[in-house]
């Protein structure tokens, strides 16, 4: 199972303190609870219209992220998760998805 490891983190992982938590969900989702730790950064702000933004953007955005420490992102479903992991991972990241 190394391969679901590599995408899906377990728990103990998350926990550790040795990632970077992003809160894909909205704003407002974020304020009702997240992972202790965990930065909101709304799917949205990656998209420009169904695309997602160009590698210049996605640098800006991005900024506050350290490539050097793996990321673990998260929603209700994972299904915005994914479009973020993707982002992430296109701009040179070790992300993962957790739910």
């Known amino acids: 199972m190394r391969l679901c490891a590599e995408f899906f ?3 103990d992982y998350v926990k550790s303190g040795n990632v970077q938590i992003i809160d894909a969900r ?12 965990a930065k909101n950064m709304p799917y ?3 998209l420009d219209g169904d695309a997602i933004k160009n590698t210049d953007e996605l640098e800006r955005i991005f900024s506050g992220l350290r490539k050097d420490v793996p990321v673990v992102v998260y929603t209700n479903s994972g299904i915005k998760a994914s479009v973020m992991w993707f982002a992430l991972e296109m701009m040179g990241y070790d992300a993962k998805l957790y739910s």
Not at 30 to 35: A, E, P, Q, R, T
């Open 9 to 11: 983190p377990a728990y």
């Open 26 to 37: 909205s704003a407002s989702e974020f304020k009702l609870g997240s992972i202790p730790g």
């Open 44 to 46: 949205e702000t990656i």
